[in-house]
């Protein structure tokens, strides 16, 4: 899946003219190069590579890293007041100049990433540059405030609500600001990241996760209230294996205890709940499901249910839960259509939806190439 079909997919739409990658790829594989190039997509393509060329031991891969790191720095980020826009134009021209606490994590994420492939001094200290600058403009007393307009100025959240809601705070940018400052910490071990990481810990153990409901929260007020009676079935199975992995970082065993016990509640609690047909559904609000499979929840699925058998051995039901979301990607998931990659979601009778693209803003070679890579390691460690 990873060799032939997402790297290959992903490579093709480098822009060698213009820098980064083209930024939207039709239902029917067409690709417009002059479409708008998400900040988010180019942090996560950033990403992608540079994990697959460590991990896969590929120079082609480091030269796609080259060339996504370069865009990074030249269009995507603002070198007179800070952080990382939220789109540039084809060519590289500013086009929506918001900043935004969620866009800013993936930017550290991909830095760090692309330091550790490289060990140059550069994009690490770029990313410190905006962990810092979260720090300082994001960061109140109750966790952190997410839309900013170029100076840093608060506006509404619009980017990152739905249903609706314009919510001051979301479980979504809280979790991938942790995910950033994991990718930061690994790559540097900086103290402070490290005590920033273990706060967003214990926001989450005391805000965000709901233990008599045993699911996250979603949307939320400036205290950290919750707005609306949703699941996010796909974040829960996410947040279940992403924290883990945050809590072995910091090797704090009081710590990772408290938060394993709630992402392996989280785990079983979506088991029960929202697995059927060996899918995921998308999410439920005031407890109606919306039975849609998304790509990145598949992909998520299959982490989060490896991750708990990994925990729990005692319970094999995740692991032949593992297996058969596997099966559902390969058969369901992934277009058959030569040089394709994965529909963007699949109804309850598994027809993808025409209407959606293979590539845009959010979708990205992240959630896909981030379970591909994360189950290949895995597999070497045990070996070892």
């Not at 001094?121 to 905006?130: F, H, V």
């Not at 007020?221 to 294996?241: K, P, Q, T, V």
């Amino acid at each position: 899946m990873l060799t032939e079909t997402i790297i290959p997919f992903w490579k093709k739409l480098r822009d060698d003219e213009n820098g980064g990658y083209y930024g939207w790829v039709d239902y029917d594989l067409g690709v417009s190069k002059k479409a708008v190039k998400g900040c988010i997509l180019n942090s996560r393509i950033l990403w992608f590579f540079s994990t697959g060329s460590m991990l896969l031991k590929r120079s082609d891969l480091r030269e796609e890293a080259d060339h996504a790191y370069a865009f990074l720095k030249s269009a995507c980020l603002d070198r007179e007041h800070g952080g990382v826009y939220w789109s540039v134009n084809y060519d590289g021209a500013v086009a929506d100049s918001t900043k935004h606490t969620y866009n800013q994590a993936f930017a550290i994420y991909a830095l760090s990433a692309y330091h550790r492939l490289t060990g140059d001094p550069e994009p690490l200290e770029l990313a410190r540059g905006i962990y810092r600058l979260i720090e300082e403009k994001c960061t109140d007393e109750v966790g952190y405030l997410e839309a900013f307009d170029r100076e840093f100025r608060p506006v509404l959240n619009e980017k990152l609500s739905e249903h609706g809601l314009n919510a001051e705070k979301t479980m979504n940018t809280l979790l991938h600001v942790f995910e950033g400052y994991s990718g930061l910490y690994e790559a540097s071990h900086d103290e402070a990241v490290g005590n920033d990481m273990r706060r967003i810990l214990h926001i989450f153990a005391e805000k965000v996760y709901n233990p008599e409901k045993k699911r996250q929260e979603v949307f939320f007020d400036r205290n950290m209230n919750s707005l609306i009676d949703l699941h996010s079935y796909g974040h829960d199975i996410e947040a279940s294996w992403l924290m883990d992995w945050g809590c072995g970082l910091l090797k704090d065993p009081e710590l990772t205890g408290k938060i394993s016990t709630i992402n392996s509640e989280l785990a079983e609690s979506i088991y029960r709940t929202a697995y059927h047909k060996h899918s995921l559904w998308s999410e439920a609000v005031d407890g109606v499901p919306d039975k849609t499979r998304v790509w990145w929840v598949q992909a998520e699925t299959v982490l989060g249910f490896l991750n708990e058998y990994q925990k729990h051995p005692e319970h094999p039901e995740y692991f032949k839960a593992v297996t058969e979301a596997w099966d559902y990607i390969k058969t369901k998931m992934a277009d058959p259509r030569p040089g394709s990659e994965w529909f963007w979601q699949l109804d309850d009778d598994g027809n993808p939806d025409p209407n959606k693209p293979f590539v845009e803003p959010w979708k990205c070679p992240y959630h896909n190439g981030r379970m591909c890579f994360e189950i290949i390691r895995r597999s070497i460690n045990a070996e070892c």
